[in-house]
């Protein structure tokens, strides 16, 4: 037997060594084709046929000819940049509902919590937060089909379908006796590029924007005047961890700050098409009363840094943070069938002052975009990155990504706190404790601390000393508050809550009090700079 399964793992092995194989041929069959794509009966693309055809008739095993094409096309855009892919019905159906903003479905956050599907958040305003379905509560079954070994994926698949229709689904609630059942009709829900915006002080209003779709601008706008109405004269627009979106909505975000005919951004690619300017369209910008200070850290890209560099550029506001990713390219989109299409990078950014966004990456780099806790970008100095000058004469550097007027750090959490965050067990806790103390609040005692600390040891596998929890206790606090705000109001009362200690939000409520205009508040980033250069040179 052991025998025979060596002889099946080689001949596996054999496949996918000659599927690597495969894709490399493919991707040297290209620059061929591309030299003689208009001659119809190119060799090369004949051999490729036939290569397909002796592998169908021939192989030692059964193949799939569907699959080799899949992979020999992979292989092929493995020669080019980390962006161009060939995205099939899965990929290109999310990127399509995430570019219109909006789908069928119920209103939920999910993940795999303990290996069961458990509901992070009710969405506000959705037929999950009507019919009463709360954080925590973990789905069994739908349409009495038991949801054990479901993953994330497969539960969206199920989850979603047609406004009108209806879904059965139960769920098992942390302290009832017996689960619940639950009928819900599936309706439009929105999917919020503008999740959060709120007061942070008197004055100062903050807003999060986490992608670029086609709503973004309208939300932000919308988002912006119900401030304004509560007193808002400065804002901060919090870019961070943002992967970007939308060309298109990148230039209507930086219109809404930038003077008409104001230089957003341009692109250059290898032909003519590519080669494009977008300038501000408004005759005035709406919000240009508004003092700006942005947050970008090492996970924003894209439209994000098109934002930040824009407003940069021409003095519109301060950055604070860390330098952004430098996901610099255009990727077009060509649609193969109705289900698949191929994205391929045709153009890269450049902001007004002249610095390409770009930063020259391999595919192992991307893996991390999604957790930008594991971002590494390096600092270079100063002084080795190319030079540009701001429409206020400022010194701005290039080299790929946007540097920040101001450099901060986020929040650092200790080694126990990311233990505590990749267990999820702080948000269990919070869903029980809730459970068993209706009159909960956002006030953390010092008896649900020791509850916790004896949640730790007794439920999970984490080795923990009193003295050690005593060191986190600040942090800690913290993070509870942001739990029982997540499970007893909504996500954007718990971001308020998180956002509290933030030292970059912090840093961004200092600038914006001390400044009186805009030329105040470029001040202060123009002597930060200032005062960095000073230090590199002595």
Not at 61 to 66: H, L, N, S, W
Not at 298 to 306: K, Q, W
């Given at each position: 037997?052991?025998?025979?399964?060596?002889?099946i793992t080689?001949?596996?092995?054999?496949?996918?060594?000659?599927?690597?194989?495969?894709?490399?041929?493919?991707a040297?069959?290209?620059?061929?084709?591309?030299?003689?794509r208009?001659?119809?009966s190119?060799?090369?693309?004949?051999?490729?046929?036939?290569?397909?055809?002796?592998?169908?008739?021939?192989?030692?095993?059964?193949?799939?000819?569907?699959?080799?094409?899949?992979?020999?096309?992979?292989?092929?855009?493995?020669?080019?940049?980390?962006?161009?892919?060939?995205?099939?019905?899965?990929?290109?159906?999310?990127?399509?509902?995430?570019?219109?903003?909006?789908?069928?479905?119920?209103?939920i956050?999910?993940a795999i919590r303990?290996?069961v599907?458990?509901?992070?958040?009710p969405?506000?305003?959705?037929?999950?937060?009507?019919v009463?379905?709360?954080?925590?509560?973990?789905?069994?079954?739908?349409?009495?089909?038991?949801?054990?070994?479901?993953?994330?994926q497969?539960?969206?698949?199920?989850?979603?379908?047609?406004?009108?229709?209806?879904?059965?689904?139960?769920?098992?609630?942390?302290?009832?006796?017996?689960?619940?059942?639950?009928?819900?009709?599936?309706?439009?829900?929105?999917?919020?590029?503008?999740?959060?915006?709120?007061?942070?002080?008197?004055?100062?209003?903050?807003?999060?924007?986490?992608?670029?779709?086609?709503?973004?601008s309208?939300?932000?706008?919308?988002?912006?005047?119900e401030?304004?109405?509560?007193?808002?004269?400065?804002?901060?627009?919090?870019?961070?961890?943002?992967?970007?979106g939308?060309?298109?909505?990148?230039?209507?975000?930086?219109?809404?700050f930038?003077?008409?005919?104001?230089?957003?951004?341009?692109t250059?690619?290898?032909?003519?098409?590519?080669?494009?300017?977008?300038?501000?369209r408004?005759?005035?910008?709406?919000?240009?009363?508004?003092?700006?200070a942005?947050?970008?850290?090492e996970g924003?890209?894209s439209?994000?840094?098109?934002?930040?560099g824009?407003?940069?550029?021409?003095?519109?506001?301060?950055?604070?943070?860390k330098?952004t990713?430098?996901?610099g390219?255009v990727?077009?989109?060509?649609?193969?069938s109705?289900?698949?299409?191929?994205?391929?990078?045709?153009a890269?950014?450049?902001?007004?002052s002249?610095?390409?966004?770009?930063?020259?990456?391999?595919?192992?780099?991307?893996?991390?975009?999604?957790?930008?806790?594991?971002?590494?970008?390096?600092?270079?100095?100063?002084?080795?990155r190319?030079?540009?000058?701001?429409?206020?004469?400022?010194?701005?550097?290039?080299?790929?990504?946007?540097?920040?007027?101001?450099?901060?750090e986020?929040?650092?959490y200790?080694?126990?706190?990311?233990?505590i965050f990749?267990?999820?067990i702080?948000?269990?806790?919070?869903?029980?404790?809730v459970?068993?103390?209706?009159?909960?609040?956002?006030?953390?005692?010092?008896?649900?601390?020791?509850?916790?600390?004896?949640?730790?040891?007794?439920?999970?596998?984490?080795s923990?000393?009193?003295?050690?929890?005593?060191?986190?206790?600040?942090?800690?606090?913290?993070?509870?508050?942001?739990?029982?705000?997540?499970?007893l109001?909504?996500?954007?009362?718990?971001?308020?809550?998180?956002?509290?200690?933030?030292?970059?939000?912090?840093?961004?409520?200092?600038?914006?009090?001390?400044?009186?205009g805009?030329h105040?508040?470029?001040?202060?980033?123009?002597?930060?700079?200032?005062?960095?250069?000073?230090?590199?040179?002595?």
């Amino acid at each position: 037997m052991q025998k025979n399964s060596d002889s099946i793992t080689r001949k596996t092995l054999a496949l996918y060594i000659f599927i690597a194989i495969f894709g490399s041929l493919i991707a040297n069959f290209v620059a061929d084709y591309v030299q003689a794509r208009n001659n119809a009966s190119d060799p090369r693309l004949t051999e490729l046929t036939r290569i397909l055809d002796i592998i169908d008739q021939h192989y030692v095993e059964d193949v799939m000819p569907d699959d080799l094409i899949d992979h020999a096309i992979d292989g092929m855009l493995l020669q080019l940049d980390p962006y161009s892919n060939y995205m099939k019905k899965e990929s290109y159906d999310d990127l399509m509902l995430h570019s219109k903003g909006e789908f069928g479905g119920l209103g939920i956050r999910i993940a795999i919590r303990n290996e069961v599907l458990t509901i992070i958040a009710p969405i506000e305003g959705t037929p999950a937060k009507q019919v009463g379905i709360s954080a925590g509560d973990q789905i069994i079954s739908v349409e009495e089909e038991s949801t054990t070994g479901w993953t994330v994926q497969d539960a969206i698949e199920v989850l979603r379908g047609p406004k009108g229709s209806e879904v059965r689904i139960t769920v098992r609630r942390p302290g009832a006796t017996e689960t619940i059942d639950f009928k819900i009709v599936r309706d439009i829900i929105q999917i919020h590029s503008v999740p959060y915006a709120f007061m942070m002080t008197d004055e100062i209003g903050y807003i999060g924007v986490v992608e670029f779709s086609e709503k973004t601008s309208d939300e932000l706008n919308q988002a912006i005047d119900e401030l304004k109405e509560e007193g808002m004269e400065s804002l901060i627009l919090d870019l961070r961890n943002n992967p970007g979106g939308l060309l298109e909505a990148a230039i209507e975000v930086s219109d809404i700050f930038l003077d008409k005919d104001k230089m957003i951004v341009y692109t250059r690619g290898r032909t003519l098409e590519q080669n494009q300017e977008f300038t501000a369209r408004f005759p005035l910008p709406r919000h240009n009363r508004i003092l700006l200070a942005v947050l970008v850290n090492e996970g924003s890209a894209s439209a994000s840094e098109i934002v930040a560099g824009a407003i940069q550029d021409h003095d519109a506001g301060i950055i604070i943070g860390k330098e952004t990713f430098g996901k610099g390219s255009v990727q077009s989109i060509f649609p193969l069938s109705d289900t698949r299409a191929l994205k391929l990078t045709t153009a890269k950014y450049y902001t007004p002052s002249g610095r390409c966004i770009h930063k020259d990456r391999d595919h192992d780099d991307l893996e991390v975009l999604s957790d930008s806790s594991d971002i590494d970008i390096s600092e270079e100095e100063d002084t080795e990155r190319e030079k540009f000058k701001t429409s206020g004469n400022r010194t701005v550097y290039g080299g790929g990504g946007i540097t920040p007027d101001m450099i901060r750090e986020g929040y650092k959490y200790s080694d126990l706190m990311r233990d505590i965050f990749r267990e999820s067990i702080l948000f269990d806790f919070t869903v029980g404790y809730v459970n068993q103390h209706p009159d909960a609040d956002l006030t953390v005692t010092e008896k649900m601390r020791h509850s916790f600390f004896d949640f730790i040891t007794e439920e999970t596998e984490i080795s923990v000393t009193k003295e050690e929890f005593e060191e986190i206790r600040e942090e800690l606090t913290q993070e509870m508050r942001y739990n029982l705000a997540l499970t007893l109001y909504n996500e954007e009362r718990a971001q308020a809550v998180r956002l509290e200690k933030n030292p970059q939000v912090q840093h961004a409520i200092d600038c914006l009090k001390k400044a009186t205009g805009i030329h105040d508040l470029i001040q202060l980033a123009s002597v930060e700079s200032d005062e960095g250069s000073d230090l590199k040179e002595k």
